[in-house]
């Protein structure tokens, strides 16, 4: 052999040995495939997923999920369905995923609908709802409770019976990326049965450069010890009021000035059917008006309310 050949070899020897031991390019060793279409399921791959790993999935999903830390550690596991997959709840009294007490799990990319809620997490902190659609369920599009931390962003949540999103005793931030500071990361929520976005039993929300419109009640209704930050937000064409803030809750309409993403006051373009706010029953409301309107007028003050609102 001469030694050009025998140069050769020894690379091509080299060559084999870095592909055992190095994945493909573009596949971590971390990252999991369910392909739906082909019989494959999502119930059946979590038992066999480990913490941080990457579960991603393609094709049309028919089952209700529930990911549990009761059951396991998925902390900070990532469904990924890649701006293409489905997961459609087959059973109307159970949600189509449940998060319980798991922290760090990020859902992106999917298409929801049927079953009760497409997404419900409860005990779980650090939960990232992140590019997807949620449509057509029998009740809420998300639903956050029992002292969750969830972002919500980029989503298109739509066309659900009853609310939008809906947050119990829960702190939650909609809209925003999560760079700090956040830059515009907008869910449209429209056309729901209820409230675009309810807020309530003593929740923090902060809600920031959305599009909250045609929802057959208010666009954000909070209520009920309740506090939210509401800047920067199209907030239009909702059958009742723009905003609602009653018992005992306030809301923060941006800041007096500025005009970040976090500081800016609220639009309208099309009007609401009743007011742009309406706070009553000790609830309250700061910030600036900006162009938030009604057909009844912008706003709406009874039964103990403080208006502190600047123009």
Same mark, same amino acid.
């Given at each position: 052999m001469s030694a050009r050949q025998g140069f050769f070899a020894r690379i091509g020897s080299l060559l084999v040995v870095f592909a055992v031991l190095v994945p493909a390019v573009g596949v971590a060793d971390d990252t999991r495939f369910v392909d739906c279409d082909a019989g494959k399921s999502i119930g059946a791959a979590l038992p066999?997923?480990?913490?941080?790993?990457?579960? =991603?999935?393609?094709?049309?999903?028919?089952?209700?999920?529930?990911?549990?830390?009761?059951?396991?550690?998925?902390?900070?596991?990532?469904?990924?369905?890649?701006?293409?997959?489905?997961?459609?709840?087959?059973d109307a009294s159970r949600d189509v995923l449940r998060l319980t007490a798991v922290k760090g799990v990020t859902i992106k990319g999917f298409r929801f609908t049927g079953g009760r809620d497409a997404i419900h997490t409860r005990w779980s902190t650090m939960v990232f709802i992140l590019s997807n659609t949620?449509?057509?369920?029998?009740?809420?599009?998300?639903? +956050?409770?029992?002292?969750?931390? =969830?972002?919500?962003?980029?989503? =298109? +949540?739509?066309? /659900?019976?009853?609310?939008? !999103?809906? !947050?119990?005793?829960?702190t939650v931030r909609i809209g925003g990326s999560l760079d700090e500071p956040p830059q515009p990361s907008p869910n449209?929520?429209?056309?729901?049965?209820?409230?675009? !976005?309810? +807020?309530?039993?003593?929740?923090?929300?902060? !809600?920031?450069? &959305?599009?909250i419109r045609n929802n057959r009640q208010n666009g954000v209704r909070v209520e009920k010890m309740s506090q939210a930050d509401i800047a920067s937000n199209t907030i239009e064409g909702?059958?009742? &009021?723009?905003?609602?803030?009653?018992?005992?809750?306030? +809301? /923060?309409?941006?800041t007096d000035s500025g005009s970040g993403l976090e500081n800016a006051p609220n639009a309208t373009v099309v009007p609401n059917g009743e007011f742009g706010i309406d706070c009553s029953l000790g609830?309250?409301?700061?910030?600036?008006? %900006?162009?938030?309107? %009604?057909?009844?007028?912008?706003?709406?003050f009874t039964s103990g309310a403080n208006d502190s609102l600047l123009p």
């Open positions: 066999t997923m480990e913490p941080g790993e990457t579960l =991603v999935v393609s094709g049309t999903c028919v089952e209700n999920v529930e990911v549990s830390g009761q059951t396991g550690s998925f902390d900070g596991i990532t469904l990924d369905g890649q701006g293409k997959a489905t997961i459609s709840g087959p949620i449509e057509q369920t029998a009740r809420n599009g998300i639903q +956050v409770t029992r002292g969750a931390w =969830v972002h919500i962003s980029a989503n =298109v +949540v739509q066309n /659900n019976p009853r609310n939008g !999103i809906e !947050i119990q005793e829960s449209l929520i429209q056309g729901n049965g209820g409230d675009g !976005i309810v +807020v309530n039993r003593a929740s923090v929300v902060r !809600i920031s450069g &959305n599009a909702n059958s009742q &009021n723009g905003i609602q803030a009653t018992q005992n809750s306030g +809301v /923060n309409l941006g609830g309250y409301a700061d910030g600036r008006l %900006g162009s938030l309107s %009604g057909a009844r007028g912008q706003k709406n």
